[in-house]
Structures are given as structure tokens and as C-alpha cells.
């Protein structure tokens, strides 16, 4: 019988990485060690265990990386509670990739780029900023702003730090909602944010982040000039197949599994408000 | 045209199911349904059975695989098997369009496998209606219910089945049976067929139209206001995405069986309120979005992705089986204007 998407692959939990208290980072390679799929920049995998539950997360590391798969996860439901508890060593099945993901290779290219994410939002967008830094002579200039309740909150703090913030095309802008001990960076929403650091309209814009944060932001761009068919964004909704057919995640006609996740703001203009 | 008197059709069945499944509508306490013919058994003079033919091959649930799970590790067992072939005895026009809709859905890449096995495997003889109900509607959907499609197009008269195969699928069973039919006159199928037609036109429905509704209307339809009170009654049971033909959605759950886990899908609906549900929240809080939804997705949507092909066969079932007596017809009248 013909190969069946809703079959998935035993793949296996090589390290496990505490981000923050509710965020871990789980390095995943298929039974031979290898990378179970190759997938581009803000697609997704549906990942389950067995008796457990199932559930769609997007791919945090980029294609370029050679050797695994990871996944940002927040501990906010039945399965990502479970996933938690799990050590290296751990299997779980995969399957995948799903999704669009971001145009890198299109409208991404010879581009100024700025990434805009709030909390486990930067979870999709990393694998699009590595890809970006993998390949700097394809794009112009970098921007991240980045920001989350507190500093603890911040996802992937060391890389930043540590190799993001050293790349000399990149400017990186960290935000933390309140004040906080040993914090000297911006505190305050990042919506606000955006619109202080008062960014030229020569770039492409990509959001991922709470839904309150995107529809914001969305107004602090547009207030400095941002056009519609500048900016991007990556949604989420409940999925059950990953593939079109089982009828959930729909915004008007479009899966958000097969014609998203990731959407230009002016294609996501055209479809109803209900997501 | 081959054709069979009545009185030899339980001979027919005998004949059929000696060498695969058949299955034929039958009258139960809980009204006609489809079951697997067995001698003796009398076929139904029901107008439709109560739950649609989509369960024949989107059954109401159904395995995806099975896993063995032991400390770490997990094995998938692929517990798929390739189906026999069997026969759909009596489905209705609509019916067989509606396997037109969720052919769309499920064959289109990538391919639903487990509805693909199904499909292959199962030969529709499609029956002609002769007495349509007044919840009938499918000439709005461009359905003839007097040329039915499927493998096999069958006309009953009052004493007589008539038989047209209409593929090799078909063919080959009619041969089968082939002792058992003589020749059939085209001209007597002809006017079982006008008589029918006659019924047709004074039918309360006959003029209902869906020219008002396909694609790209999203946003004419989308904010109507009349949506509030269409789904202010509306309970959310689910009945009517139940018994459609062409309701698709499914859920997708683990069972563990104390052996292993088994992954099934089953039938959902989207006027359920967890549907939809997620860890952040919900796109679709209140009835009445569930409600849009349900019907953007057949007189919107799916036409939209489906070269201007409705989800909806005129079947009729929702408007009998609603306990608020809600349905498509009224939000077609109400949204397209004309009351």
C-alpha cells in the first residue's frame, strides 16, 4: 500500500535543553542518526507519543543544520507537559514537514530583513534567522527584536548572546516586560518597542509572537510606513492531520497546515478575522 | 440495459454475495441502513437510508496504525490491509455525488490511503429515486436523482430492476448475475424516468438555487448579521454533520488497549465547541462561528478550492434529522435573499 502521511517514523530525543522554566529545546534524529526529513525554514512536524497525544510544532533549527532536527517546546498542554518529563534516549514519532514556510529563496532574497518575536514566537523565526546567517551574502541587513515577560523568559539566551549578537550584519534588540535585577536592556512591550526603534521602510518584516503582540505590532509597523507586502507572519492553530483534510485549522478557504503556517499580511487581509 | 424481475432480485443478491460482500439497504427499528445482505434479507423501499454511504468508505471510525511501546522505545505497526472488493446496493444519486466531494478531499495529494483502499474496492449500484420527498433538493446541486452514477445505474419500476454498467467494475458483476437478467427496453426506463421528473417539479425545493454562493464570496457572506439569528437555537449535537454525505472532518485519537496503543480517527463536527480548541484559546468561541463555518465551508470554501463544486448533494438528511429544524436550505434563503 502506498506510503500514508498519518504513518509516522520513530525518531529519537538525543539532548534535551532547558531554555527557560516552560521552554525546552529537544534535539530529534531518526533511528539511523541522521535527520529524519529535510525541511525549509518555518515548516513544521507533527510530533507525538503513542497514548499520549500528537501535536503540530514548528522545526526551530534551520535546514542548514546537518546532523538533527530541533524542537522549541512550552509546557502549556497535555502532550508538551509529557514531552517535558522526557530524557535523552527518549523516542517519539515525527512526521512531516508540513507547511509553506518563509519565502527565502523568493521574496526573502537581496532583502533587509527584521524579526520580530515575543516569547516562544522566536521558536519558528530561529530557524529562518540561522538559515539567513548561514547565507549572509544572499541578504542585506538583520534585525532581530526580540523580547518576553523577563529575562528568564528569553529563549535561546545564549545563542543570542553568544552568536548573534557577534554577527557584524546583525543588530539584535532584546526587550523584557518589567524591570528586572541585572537587566540594562529595554524594558517595555514589544509593540512600543518597534515603533522606538523607528526602523526604515526598506526592510522585509516577519512576526511570530502571542496573538496580542502580532496584532499590535502590525499597527506600530504600519504607523512607520511598513506596507502590507512587507511583512510576514507565521500562525498556529489546532491540527490534527497536517495535510488539509481534516477540516480544523481552516481561515476562510486556506489550511493553515498546507497554505501556511506563514502568511504575507496581505494574503492574511483577504481571509476572515477568525484565528 | 439488462434488466431483473423483483421476485428474482433476492436470486441477484444470493449471487452476488456468494462471491463478495453486498451490501443492501434494509429496514431496522431505527430506520433503513446499510447492512451486509445475508439470505433472506429484503431490500428497503426507503426513499434514502438514515446515516449516508460515506461510512463505506469514511467509516465513523477507523484505525491509523498501532504502537508498541516498551520503556523509550516505540514500534509502529502499520495495521492497514488491503480491503476485498465488495458491493453498495441501492445508493441514491446524491449519495454517489457526495463520494464525488470527499473524493476531492481524500484523493487529492497528499493521497488518504486508508479512504483510497476503500474506494478502490467498492462498486456502487447506484438506484434511481422514483418518489423524492419533500426534503429532497439535490436538482439545486445539479444532481439528475432519475440518472444516478456509480459502477452500476439502476431503475426500479413497479415490478422490474433495471441495469446499466457504466464501468468494467460493473460490468464484471453484472456478468456475474448474467443467468439471471434478459434485455431491458431502454423506452421503459425512459418513462419511469419522466414520471419521476413530474414528482421533481412540484417539490417545495425545486427552484432553491445555490447561484448566489461559491467561491470568492467570503467576504460578502462572512459578517452577514443574519448568522446571529440563523445560529441562535442551534444546540451544537452535531446531527447534521453526522448524517451529511459530505461532512469530512475528522479527529484523530490514541487508545491505549493495555496491549499497546491503537491511533484511530474518527468522524468530528465543527459545531463542537472544543473543535477548534487549543492551549491559547479558541478562533471560535460562540455557535455562531461554529455555525459560519460549517456553512462557509460548503457554499464557500470548498467550492473555492474545488473548481466551484458545493459540499452539499441536496441529500436532505439534515433538514429531517435537525432537532431545531435549522439547515442549509434556510441559510440559503435567508443569506442569498430569498425568503
Known amino acids: 500500500m502506498n506510503n500514508e502521511a498519518l504513518i509516522p517514523q520513530v525518531c529519537v530525543i538525543t539532548n534535551v535543553r532547558v531554555d527557560t522554566p516552560d521552554v525546552k529545546t529537544f534535539r530529534v534524529v531518526a533511528l539511523d542518526g541522521k535527520k529524519p526529513f529535510v525541511h525549509k525554514p518555518g515548516q513544521c512536524a507533527m510530533i507525538s507519543m503513542p497514548g499520549v497525544g500528537e501535536a503540530m510544532i514548528s522545526i526551530t533549527s534551520s535546514p542548514t543544520n546537518e546532523e538533527y532536527i530541533e524542537f522549541s517546546i512550552k509546557r502549556c498542554g497535555c502532550f508538551t507537559e509529557w514531552i517535558h518529563q522526557a530524557e535523552a534516549g527518549q523516542q517519539i514519532t515525527v512526521r512531516g514537514p508540513y507547511g509553506n514556510g518563509f519565502p527565502v529563496d523568493t521574496a526573502f532574497k537581496g532583502q533587509n530583513l527584521v524579526f520580530i518575536a515575543g516569547g516562544i514566537g522566536l521558536a519558528p523565526l530561529r530557524s529562518v534567522i540561522n538559515y539567513v546567517r548561514h547565507f549572509p551574502e544572499r541578504y542585506g541587513t538583520v534585525d532581530i527584536v526580540y523580547g518576553a515577560r523577563s529575562m528568564g523568559d528569553l529563549v535561546y539566551y545564549k545563542e543570542i548572546i553568544d552568536e548573534w549578537c557577534k554577527d557584524s550584519n546583525i543588530n539584535v534588540h532584546l526587550t523584557i516586560d518589567r524591570e528586572e535585577e541585572g537587566w540594562d536592556g529595554h524594558v517595555g512591550f514589544i509593540p512600543n518597542f518597534v515603533k522606538e526603534l523607528n526602523f526604515s521602510t526598506d526592510k522585509t518584516a516577519v512576526l511570530c509572537g502571542p496573538p496580542i503582540m502580532i496584532k499590535f505590532t502590525l499597527e506600530g509597523l504600519k504607523s512607520l510606513g511598513f506596507k502590507e507586502t512587507q511583512i510576514f507572519t507565521t500562525l498556529e492553530l489546532r491540527m490534527k492531520c497536517a495535510i488539509g483534510k481534516c477540516g480544523r485549522c481552516n481561515i476562510g478557504s486556506k489550511y493553515v497546515c498546507k497554505d501556511g503556517p506563514v502568511f504575507r499580511l496581505d494574503e492574511l487581509d483577504e481571509l476572515p478575522d477568525e484565528y | ?339
Not at chain 2, 48 to 54: E, I, Q, Y
Not at chain 2, 59 to 74: L, R, W
Not at chain 2, 85 to 101: L, M, P, Q, S, Y
Not at chain 2, 276 to 286: D, F, I, S, V
Open chain 2, 1 to 339: 440495459m439488462r434488466k431483473c424481475s423483483l421476485s428474482n432480485l433476492s436470486a441477484v443478491f444470493d449471487k452476488i454475495s456468494e462471491n463478495l460482500a453486498l451490501y443492501i439497504p434494509v429496514d431496522t427499528n431505527g430506520g433503513a441502513k446499510f447492512e451486509k445482505y445475508e439470505s433472506g434479507m429484503v431490500m428497503s423501499e426507503a426513499l434514502n437510508t438514515v446515516r449516508s454511504a460515506k461510512d463505506f468508505f469514511f467509516p465513523q471510525i477507523e484505525d491509523v496504525a498501532a504502537f508498541k511501546v516498551e520503556g523509550k522505545n516505540i514500534e509502529v505497526v502499520d495495521t492497514r490491509v488491503i480491503k476485498d472488493d465488495f458491493v453498495i446496493f441501492g445508493a441514491r444519486a446524491c449519495d454517489v455525488k457526495a463520494f464525488e466531494v470527499l473524493d476531492n478531499v481524500f484523493l487529492s495529494d497528499p493521497v488518504d490511503s486508508y479512504y483510497a483502499n476503500r474506494r478502490e474496492h467498492g462498486i456502487i449500484f447506484a438506484l434511481s429515486c422514483s418518489k423524492p420527498v419533500e426534503t429532497c433538493f439535490c436538482n439545486a446541486f445539479g444532481i439528475d436523482c432519475t440518472e444516478p452514477k456509480g459502477d452500476v445505474s439502476m431503475w426500479k419500476t413497479e415490478s422490474e430492476m433495471y441495469f446499466k454498467a457504466n464501468s468494467e467494475k460493473g460490468e464484471k458483476i453484472l456478468a456475474l448475475v448474467a443467468d439471471l437478467l434478459t434485455d431491458g427496453e431502454e423506452k421503459v426506463v425512459e418513462s419511469e424516468k419522466a414520471k419521476t421528473k413530474e414528482v421533481l417539479k412540484k417539490l417545495p425545493l425545486s427552484n432553491l438555487s445555490p447561484d448566489k454562493f461559491g467561491g470568492g464570496k467570503t467576504k460578502e457572506y462572512f459578517d452577514d448579521p443574519a448568522w446571529k439569528s440563523l445560529s441562535e437555537s442551534c444546540l451544537g449535537c452535531g446531527t447534521c454533520t453526522f448524517v451529511c454525505p459530505t461532512c469530512q472532518c475528522y479527529d484523530v485519537k490514541d487508545f491505549n488497549t493495555g496491549h499497546g496503543v491503537v491511533r484511530f480517527r474518527c468522524w468530528d463536527s465543527c459545531m463542537y465547541s472544543d473543535f477548534t480548541k487549543m492551549a491559547h484559546g479558541n478562533p471560535r468561541l460562540t455557535q455562531l462561528e461554529r455555525f459560519r463555518q460549517r456553512f462557509m465551508h460548503k457554499l464557500v470554501y470548498y467550492p473555492e478550492n474545488n473548481n466551484g463544486l458545493f459540499m452539499c448533494v441536496g441529500c436532505g438528511r439534515c433538514l429531517a434529522k435537525c432537532p431545531i429544524s435549522m439547515n442549509i436550505v434556510k441559510v440559503m434563503k435567508t443569506l442569498g435573499g430569498k425568503n
